[in-house]
């Protein structure tokens, strides 16, 4: 078992910057690949939008093309967390953001849906203002 706890949302302006975070417990953290989804509000039937990917180590990610050069997502082993920079944010990247853990070894074409994924953060709001 795996716990996570999202954090770092909060209310900007457009063109600003969040760096949200993702603390995890339990199970070794490293022998998950993880992720960032969000869900826009008031869409909460539809399924959660893949944000970006990390693999195990660290030395790969993918983006969804919306994020992709605005975002960043990493990781620290060693602190058990994860983490996503967002950088020039519009009001349509508003939204509650959800981390999730999945399975080491993840086939590209999987890692954007969130069958996916076996663990997920409570989730964090982030709202950009025009």
């Not at 983490?83 to 509650?96: G, I, K, R």
Request: include cysteine; glycine fraction near 10%; charged fraction near 15%.
């Amino acid at each position: 078992q795996v716990q996570m706890v999202d954090s770092g949302g909060g209310l900007v302006q457009a063109g600003a910057s969040l760096r949200l975070s993702c603390a995890a417990s339990g199970r070794t953290f490293s022998i998950y690949a993880m992720a960032w989804f969000r869900q826009t509000p008031g869409k909460e039937g539809k399924e959660r939008e893949f944000v970006a990917h990390i693999n195990w180590s660290g030395s790969s990610t993918y983006y969804a093309d919306s994020v992709k050069g605005r975002f960043t997502i990493s990781r620290d082993n060693a602190k058990n967390t994860a983490s996503l920079q967002m950088n020039s944010l519009n009001p349509e990247d508003t939204a509650v953001y959800f981390c999730a853990a999945g399975p080491r070894f993840t086939a590209i074409s999987a890692i954007n849906r969130p069958e996916t994924y076996n663990y997920w953060g409570q989730g964090t709001q982030v709202t950009v203002s025009s």
